[in-house]
Protein backbone atom coordinates (compact mmCIF):
# COMPACT_ATOMS: atom_id res chain seq x y z
CA UNK A 1 0.00 0.00 0.00
CA UNK A 2 1.61 3.45 -1.05
CA UNK A 3 2.46 5.32 2.00
CA UNK A 4 1.60 9.10 2.47
CA UNK A 5 2.32 12.14 4.80
CA UNK A 6 0.00 14.48 5.63
CA UNK A 7 0.54 18.12 5.92
CA UNK A 8 -1.17 21.14 7.22
CA UNK A 9 -1.91 23.72 4.58
CA UNK A 10 0.52 25.95 5.92
CA UNK A 11 3.20 23.24 6.04
CA UNK A 12 2.06 22.93 2.56
CA UNK A 13 2.45 26.58 1.39
CA UNK A 14 5.57 27.04 3.09
CA UNK A 15 7.46 23.90 1.31
CA UNK A 16 5.74 24.60 -2.03
CA UNK A 17 6.91 28.57 -1.99
CA UNK A 18 10.60 27.25 0.07
CA UNK A 19 11.08 24.91 -2.60
CA UNK A 20 10.26 27.29 -5.34
CA UNK A 21 12.22 30.26 -4.15
CA UNK A 22 14.87 27.89 -3.92
CA UNK A 23 15.13 27.19 -7.92
CA UNK A 24 15.23 30.78 -8.44
CA UNK A 25 11.48 31.42 -8.95
CA UNK A 26 11.00 35.52 -7.23
CA UNK A 27 8.69 35.73 -4.52
CA UNK A 28 5.61 36.59 -6.56
CA UNK A 29 5.81 34.29 -8.34
CA UNK A 30 6.55 31.22 -6.07
CA UNK A 31 3.47 32.61 -4.15
CA UNK A 32 1.11 32.84 -7.12
CA UNK A 33 2.00 29.27 -8.31
CA UNK A 34 1.91 28.08 -4.37
CA UNK A 35 -1.17 29.62 -4.28
CA UNK A 36 -2.97 27.78 -7.44
CA UNK A 37 -1.06 24.43 -6.38
CA UNK A 38 -2.06 24.57 -3.09
CA UNK A 39 -5.56 25.32 -3.52
CA UNK A 40 -5.46 22.54 -6.55
CA UNK A 41 -4.15 19.85 -3.28
CA UNK A 42 -6.27 21.13 -1.35
CA UNK A 43 -9.74 19.92 -3.28
CA UNK A 44 -7.75 16.73 -4.11
CA UNK A 45 -7.02 17.50 -7.82
CA UNK A 46 -4.06 15.22 -7.92
CA UNK A 47 -2.84 15.94 -11.07
CA UNK A 48 -2.51 19.77 -10.51
CA UNK A 49 -1.34 19.82 -6.65
CA UNK A 50 2.23 19.86 -5.11
CA UNK A 51 3.25 16.92 -7.63
CA UNK A 52 3.72 20.19 -10.57
CA UNK A 53 6.40 21.47 -8.05
CA UNK A 54 8.81 18.50 -9.58
CA UNK A 55 7.59 20.14 -13.02
CA UNK A 56 8.38 23.81 -12.36
CA UNK A 57 12.11 23.02 -11.04
CA UNK A 58 13.05 20.88 -13.74
CA UNK A 59 11.27 23.59 -16.37
CA UNK A 60 13.53 25.89 -14.51
CA UNK A 61 16.24 24.03 -14.48
CA UNK A 62 16.33 23.63 -18.49
CA UNK A 63 15.95 27.01 -19.09
CA UNK A 64 12.11 26.91 -20.02
CA UNK A 65 10.51 29.85 -17.83
CA UNK A 66 11.89 33.00 -16.30
CA UNK A 67 11.26 32.27 -12.87
CA UNK A 68 11.39 36.70 -12.42
CA UNK A 69 9.86 37.48 -15.49
CA UNK A 70 7.41 40.90 -14.73
CA UNK A 71 4.21 40.97 -16.86
CA UNK A 72 3.32 43.56 -18.50
CA UNK A 73 -0.44 44.21 -18.89
CA UNK A 74 -1.72 46.43 -21.90
CA UNK A 75 -5.26 47.79 -22.82
CA UNK A 76 -5.91 46.71 -26.64
CA UNK A 77 -9.80 47.90 -27.04
CA UNK A 78 -12.49 48.44 -25.09
CA UNK A 79 -13.28 44.66 -24.47
CA UNK A 80 -10.14 43.18 -24.45
CA UNK A 81 -7.19 43.31 -22.17
CA UNK A 82 -3.19 41.62 -23.11
CA UNK A 83 -1.28 40.02 -20.42
CA UNK A 84 2.71 39.27 -21.57
CA UNK A 85 4.00 37.03 -19.09
CA UNK A 86 7.72 37.75 -20.54
CA UNK A 87 8.37 34.30 -20.49
CA UNK A 88 7.19 33.79 -17.40
CA UNK A 89 4.60 31.46 -15.41
CA UNK A 90 1.41 32.38 -16.78
CA UNK A 91 -0.24 32.23 -12.94
CA UNK A 92 1.34 35.84 -11.77
CA UNK A 93 0.55 37.17 -15.18
CA UNK A 94 -3.18 36.43 -14.62
CA UNK A 95 -3.38 37.83 -11.16
CA UNK A 96 -1.25 41.22 -12.38
CA UNK A 97 -3.91 41.51 -14.95
CA UNK A 98 -7.45 40.21 -12.81
CA UNK A 99 -8.89 43.05 -12.24
CA UNK A 100 -8.38 44.41 -15.27
CA UNK A 101 -10.56 41.88 -16.90
CA UNK A 102 -13.18 42.12 -13.94
CA UNK A 103 -13.53 46.22 -14.35
CA UNK A 104 -13.56 45.51 -18.12
CA UNK A 105 -16.53 42.68 -18.21
CA UNK A 106 -18.13 45.17 -15.54
CA UNK A 107 -18.15 48.18 -17.66
CA UNK A 108 -18.64 46.27 -21.26
CA UNK A 109 -20.26 43.37 -19.85
CA UNK A 110 -18.15 40.77 -21.89
CA UNK A 111 -14.41 41.22 -21.73
CA UNK A 112 -11.71 38.46 -22.44
CA UNK A 113 -8.23 38.70 -21.22
CA UNK A 114 -5.29 37.17 -23.66
CA UNK A 115 -2.21 36.03 -21.86
CA UNK A 116 0.78 35.38 -23.64
CA UNK A 117 4.28 34.10 -23.98
CA UNK A 118 3.43 31.95 -20.73
CA UNK A 119 5.02 28.86 -18.90
CA UNK A 120 1.42 27.35 -17.95
CA UNK A 121 1.15 24.25 -15.97
CA UNK A 122 -2.00 25.03 -13.91
CA UNK A 123 -5.35 23.84 -13.20
CA UNK A 124 -7.81 26.37 -14.47
CA UNK A 125 -10.67 26.54 -12.02
CA UNK A 126 -9.12 28.49 -9.71
CA UNK A 127 -9.05 31.37 -11.95
CA UNK A 128 -12.72 31.13 -13.55
CA UNK A 129 -13.72 30.77 -9.61
CA UNK A 130 -12.32 33.38 -8.64
CA UNK A 131 -14.36 35.53 -11.55
CA UNK A 132 -17.19 33.92 -10.16
CA UNK A 133 -16.69 35.27 -6.53
CA UNK A 134 -16.56 38.51 -8.45
CA UNK A 135 -19.99 37.93 -9.35
CA UNK A 136 -19.17 37.17 -13.29
CA UNK A 137 -19.71 33.99 -15.35
CA UNK A 138 -16.17 33.37 -16.90
CA UNK A 139 -14.45 30.33 -19.07
CA UNK A 140 -10.93 30.28 -19.41
CA UNK A 141 -8.92 27.90 -22.02
CA UNK A 142 -5.50 27.04 -22.84
CA UNK A 143 -3.34 24.95 -25.38
CA UNK A 144 -0.38 22.62 -23.71
CA UNK A 145 1.89 20.73 -26.04
CA UNK A 146 1.08 18.23 -28.69
CA UNK A 147 0.23 15.00 -26.44
CA UNK A 148 -3.02 14.33 -28.03
CA UNK A 149 -4.05 12.83 -31.20
CA UNK A 150 -7.02 13.71 -32.86
CA UNK A 151 -9.97 11.06 -32.73
CA UNK A 152 -9.60 8.09 -35.75
CA UNK A 153 -5.90 9.68 -35.86
CA UNK A 154 -2.31 7.78 -34.27
CA UNK A 155 0.04 10.77 -33.53
CA UNK A 156 0.13 13.32 -30.82
CA UNK A 157 -0.92 16.69 -32.31
CA UNK A 158 -2.89 18.66 -30.22
CA UNK A 159 -2.74 19.68 -27.00
CA UNK A 160 -4.58 18.55 -23.59
CA UNK A 161 -6.18 21.65 -24.10
CA UNK A 162 -8.21 22.52 -20.61
CA UNK A 163 -11.70 24.19 -20.75
CA UNK A 164 -13.06 25.62 -17.36
CA UNK A 165 -16.02 27.63 -17.25
CA UNK A 166 -17.92 29.01 -13.60
CA UNK A 167 -21.45 30.60 -13.19
CA UNK A 168 -22.06 32.59 -9.53
CA UNK A 169 -24.47 31.60 -7.59
CA UNK A 170 -26.29 33.92 -5.21
CA UNK A 171 -25.92 31.31 -1.63
CA UNK A 172 -22.71 29.56 -2.03
CA UNK A 173 -19.58 28.85 -4.18
CA UNK A 174 -19.91 28.87 -7.63
CA UNK A 175 -20.61 26.24 -10.22
CA UNK A 176 -17.05 25.24 -12.24
CA UNK A 177 -16.59 22.41 -14.22
CA UNK A 178 -12.74 22.29 -15.53
CA UNK A 179 -11.20 18.97 -17.88
CA UNK A 180 -8.77 18.53 -20.43
CA UNK A 181 -10.35 17.64 -23.31
CA UNK A 182 -7.70 14.26 -23.55
CA UNK A 183 -9.71 11.51 -21.86
CA UNK A 184 -7.66 13.02 -18.78
CA UNK A 185 -4.81 15.13 -18.29
CA UNK A 186 -1.18 13.84 -19.22
CA UNK A 187 -0.36 14.48 -15.51
CA UNK A 188 -2.72 11.73 -14.47
CA UNK A 189 -0.68 9.68 -16.94
CA UNK A 190 2.43 10.14 -15.09
CA UNK A 191 0.99 10.11 -11.54
CA UNK A 192 -0.48 6.06 -12.70
CA UNK A 193 3.26 5.82 -14.06
CA UNK A 194 4.49 6.66 -10.52
CA UNK A 195 2.15 4.61 -8.17
CA UNK A 196 2.67 1.32 -11.08
CA UNK A 197 -0.94 1.27 -11.63
CA UNK A 198 -2.13 0.14 -14.99
CA UNK A 199 -4.61 3.30 -17.50
CA UNK A 200 -8.13 3.12 -18.21
CA UNK A 201 -8.85 1.19 -21.51
CA UNK A 202 -9.54 4.25 -23.93
CA UNK A 203 -7.19 6.58 -22.63
CA UNK A 204 -4.14 6.42 -24.72
CA UNK A 205 -1.99 4.84 -27.48
CA UNK A 206 1.93 3.77 -27.59
CA UNK A 207 3.99 5.26 -29.73
CA UNK A 208 3.01 2.71 -32.69
CA UNK A 209 -0.75 3.79 -32.66
CA UNK A 210 -2.14 1.06 -30.87
CA UNK A 211 -4.18 0.75 -28.11
CA UNK A 212 -2.08 1.01 -24.28
CA UNK A 213 -2.59 0.87 -20.75
CA UNK A 214 0.49 0.96 -19.91
CA UNK A 215 1.81 4.59 -18.53
CA UNK A 216 5.04 4.63 -19.66
CA UNK A 217 3.88 3.59 -23.25
CA UNK A 218 1.25 6.59 -23.35
CA UNK A 219 3.65 8.56 -22.29
CA UNK A 220 5.96 8.07 -25.36
CA UNK A 221 2.84 7.63 -27.68
CA UNK A 222 -0.23 9.90 -27.52
CA UNK A 223 -3.77 10.26 -25.41
CA UNK A 224 -7.23 10.34 -27.19
CA UNK A 225 -9.53 12.90 -26.98
CA UNK A 226 -12.54 12.58 -24.63
CA UNK A 227 -16.11 11.72 -26.66
CA UNK A 228 -13.92 10.78 -29.83
CA UNK A 229 -15.04 13.55 -32.77
CA UNK A 230 -16.58 16.47 -30.37
CA UNK A 231 -13.49 16.25 -27.98
CA UNK A 232 -11.20 16.33 -31.20
CA UNK A 233 -12.88 19.82 -32.34
CA UNK A 234 -13.75 21.16 -28.81
CA UNK A 235 -10.06 20.70 -28.60
CA UNK A 236 -9.30 22.59 -32.13
CA UNK A 237 -11.38 25.52 -31.07
CA UNK A 238 -9.40 25.83 -27.87
CA UNK A 239 -5.94 25.73 -30.00
CA UNK A 240 -7.51 28.39 -32.24
CA UNK A 241 -9.09 30.76 -29.26
CA UNK A 242 -5.94 30.68 -27.13
CA UNK A 243 -3.76 30.12 -30.41
CA UNK A 244 -3.93 32.09 -33.72
CA UNK A 245 -6.85 34.70 -32.01
CA UNK A 246 -4.82 36.02 -29.70
CA UNK A 247 -1.44 35.86 -31.48
CA UNK A 248 0.04 33.17 -29.69
CA UNK A 249 1.34 29.15 -30.48
CA UNK A 250 -0.85 25.90 -31.10
CA UNK A 251 0.43 22.99 -29.30
CA UNK A 252 2.43 21.33 -31.66
CA UNK A 253 4.63 24.60 -31.60
CA UNK A 254 5.66 24.63 -28.47
CA UNK A 255 7.36 21.64 -26.37
CA UNK A 256 8.50 21.40 -22.60
CA UNK A 257 11.53 22.08 -21.48
CA UNK A 258 13.86 19.43 -21.96
CA UNK A 259 17.67 18.48 -21.01
CA UNK A 260 19.02 20.56 -24.48
CA UNK A 261 17.57 23.80 -23.55
CA UNK A 262 16.07 24.12 -26.42
CA UNK A 263 12.00 23.11 -25.28
CA UNK A 264 9.99 26.28 -25.41
CA UNK A 265 6.91 25.92 -23.37
CA UNK A 266 5.36 29.41 -23.98
CA UNK A 267 2.04 29.86 -25.33
CA UNK A 268 -1.18 31.57 -24.55
CA UNK A 269 -4.15 31.31 -22.58
CA UNK A 270 -7.84 32.95 -23.34
CA UNK A 271 -10.45 33.84 -20.75
CA UNK A 272 -13.47 35.54 -21.35
CA UNK A 273 -15.67 37.12 -18.49
CA UNK A 274 -19.37 38.06 -19.05
CA UNK A 275 -21.53 40.00 -16.19
CA UNK A 276 -24.80 39.19 -16.02
CA UNK A 277 -25.63 42.78 -14.53
CA UNK A 278 -24.84 44.23 -18.22
CA UNK A 279 -27.15 41.50 -19.78
CA UNK A 280 -29.91 41.53 -16.54
CA UNK A 281 -30.34 44.85 -15.09
CA UNK A 282 -32.16 44.85 -12.13
CA UNK A 283 -33.56 41.28 -13.40
CA UNK A 284 -30.22 39.62 -12.16
CA UNK A 285 -31.08 37.75 -9.33
CA UNK A 286 -33.88 36.60 -10.27
CA UNK A 287 -32.74 34.80 -13.35
CA UNK A 288 -29.85 33.86 -11.37
CA UNK A 289 -32.13 32.34 -8.97
CA UNK A 290 -34.32 30.68 -12.13
CA UNK A 291 -30.41 28.86 -12.97
CA UNK A 292 -30.42 27.45 -9.27
CA UNK A 293 -33.40 25.31 -10.50
CA UNK A 294 -31.43 23.49 -12.60
CA UNK A 295 -28.81 22.58 -10.56
CA UNK A 296 -31.56 21.15 -8.34
CA UNK A 297 -32.56 19.14 -10.84
CA UNK A 298 -29.47 17.36 -11.45
CA UNK A 299 -29.48 17.18 -7.62
CA UNK A 300 -32.59 15.69 -7.50
CA UNK A 301 -32.05 12.93 -9.98
CA UNK A 302 -29.16 11.62 -7.80
CA UNK A 303 -26.51 12.77 -9.88
CA UNK A 304 -23.80 14.87 -8.86
CA UNK A 305 -22.43 18.54 -10.10
CA UNK A 306 -18.86 19.27 -11.12
CA UNK A 307 -17.11 20.55 -8.20
CA UNK A 308 -19.43 19.08 -5.67
CA UNK A 309 -16.50 16.49 -4.80
CA UNK A 310 -13.69 19.12 -4.89
CA UNK A 311 -15.53 21.43 -2.41
CA UNK A 312 -15.94 18.25 0.01
CA UNK A 313 -12.29 17.59 -0.44
CA UNK A 314 -11.92 20.92 0.15
CA UNK A 315 -13.91 20.98 4.17
CA UNK A 316 -12.12 17.82 4.58
CA UNK A 317 -8.56 19.62 3.81
CA UNK A 318 -8.98 22.72 5.88
CA UNK A 319 -10.11 20.35 8.74
CA UNK A 320 -7.61 17.82 8.79
CA UNK A 321 -4.72 19.25 5.92
CA UNK A 322 -3.76 17.40 3.14
CA UNK A 323 -2.32 13.91 2.34
CA UNK A 324 0.38 13.32 -1.12
CA UNK A 325 2.20 9.91 -1.12
CA UNK A 326 5.79 9.68 0.85
CA UNK A 327 7.73 9.54 -2.20
CA UNK A 328 6.28 12.79 -3.25
CA UNK A 329 7.15 14.24 -0.18
CA UNK A 330 10.56 12.90 -0.49
CA UNK A 331 10.82 13.93 -3.78
CA UNK A 332 10.46 17.39 -2.68
CA UNK A 333 12.36 17.64 0.09
CA UNK A 334 15.07 16.44 -1.80
CA UNK A 335 14.31 19.71 -4.05
CA UNK A 336 14.78 21.73 -0.94
CA UNK A 337 18.46 20.22 -0.33
CA UNK A 338 19.32 21.11 -4.02
CA UNK A 339 19.63 16.99 -4.57
CA UNK A 340 18.54 15.95 -8.28
CA UNK A 341 15.36 13.24 -8.19
P1 LIG B 1 -11.38 15.04 -14.88
O1 LIG B 1 -11.54 14.13 -16.05
O2 LIG B 1 -11.23 14.46 -13.54
O3 LIG B 1 -12.63 16.07 -14.92
C1 LIG B 1 -12.67 17.05 -14.01
C2 LIG B 1 -13.99 17.82 -14.06
O4 LIG B 1 -15.13 16.96 -14.21
C3 LIG B 1 -14.16 18.50 -12.72
O5 LIG B 1 -14.87 19.70 -12.89
C4 LIG B 1 -14.95 17.43 -11.94
O6 LIG B 1 -15.57 17.93 -10.76
C5 LIG B 1 -15.91 16.99 -12.99
N1 LIG B 1 -16.41 15.63 -12.73
C6 LIG B 1 -15.70 14.50 -12.66
N2 LIG B 1 -16.51 13.45 -12.42
C7 LIG B 1 -17.77 13.94 -12.35
C8 LIG B 1 -19.05 13.34 -12.12
N3 LIG B 1 -19.19 12.04 -11.93
N4 LIG B 1 -20.15 14.15 -12.11
C9 LIG B 1 -20.00 15.48 -12.31
N5 LIG B 1 -18.82 16.11 -12.54
C10 LIG B 1 -17.71 15.33 -12.56
O7 LIG B 1 -10.13 16.02 -15.02
P2 LIG B 1 -9.02 16.10 -16.14
O8 LIG B 1 -8.04 15.02 -15.90
O9 LIG B 1 -9.62 16.20 -17.48
O10 LIG B 1 -8.36 17.54 -15.77
C11 LIG B 1 -7.80 17.75 -14.49
C12 LIG B 1 -7.17 19.10 -14.41
O11 LIG B 1 -6.07 19.20 -15.29
C13 LIG B 1 -8.06 20.31 -14.73
O12 LIG B 1 -8.06 21.13 -13.59
C14 LIG B 1 -7.35 21.02 -15.88
O13 LIG B 1 -7.41 22.44 -15.85
C15 LIG B 1 -5.93 20.54 -15.71
N6 LIG B 1 -5.19 20.60 -16.97
C16 LIG B 1 -4.33 21.62 -17.18
C17 LIG B 1 -3.63 21.70 -18.37
C18 LIG B 1 -2.75 22.86 -18.69
O14 LIG B 1 -2.22 22.90 -19.79
N7 LIG B 1 -2.55 23.80 -17.81
C19 LIG B 1 -3.77 20.66 -19.42
C20 LIG B 1 -4.73 19.65 -19.07
C21 LIG B 1 -5.40 19.61 -17.89
P3 LIG B 1 -14.88 17.58 -9.34
O15 LIG B 1 -13.57 18.32 -9.34
O16 LIG B 1 -15.82 18.02 -8.29
O17 LIG B 1 -14.67 16.09 -9.34
O1 LIG C 1 -1.87 17.49 -17.29
O2 LIG C 1 -2.15 17.55 -19.47
C1 LIG C 1 -1.70 18.01 -18.41
C2 LIG C 1 -0.94 19.27 -18.46
C3 LIG C 1 -0.29 19.80 -19.51
C4 LIG C 1 0.26 20.99 -19.09
C5 LIG C 1 -0.07 21.15 -17.78
N1 LIG C 1 -0.82 20.10 -17.41
Known sequence: MTEHTRLSLDEAWQLSVEVLEHHGFSNEHAAAIARSMVAAQRDE???HGLYRLLDCVRTVRHG???PRAVPQVSDRAPGVVNVDAAG???????ETARQALVDKARSQGVAVLAINNA???SALWPEVESLAEQGLAALAMTPSHAYVAPASGHSPLLGTNPIAFAWPRPDGLPFVFDFATSAV???EIELHRRAGKPLTEGWALDEV???TTD???ALAGALLPFGGHKGTALSIMIELLAGPLIGDCLGHQTQPANANG???PQHGEFILALDPHAFLGADTEAHLQRAETLFSGVLDQGARLPSQRRHAARRRSLAEGITIPKALHDDLLRLLEGREN
Open 185 to 187: ARG
Open 119 to 121: FHF
Open 262 to 264: DGK
Open 64 to 66: GVD
Open 45 to 47: CHS
Open 88 to 94: GCSLLAF
Open 209 to 211: GQP
Open 215 to 217: PTA
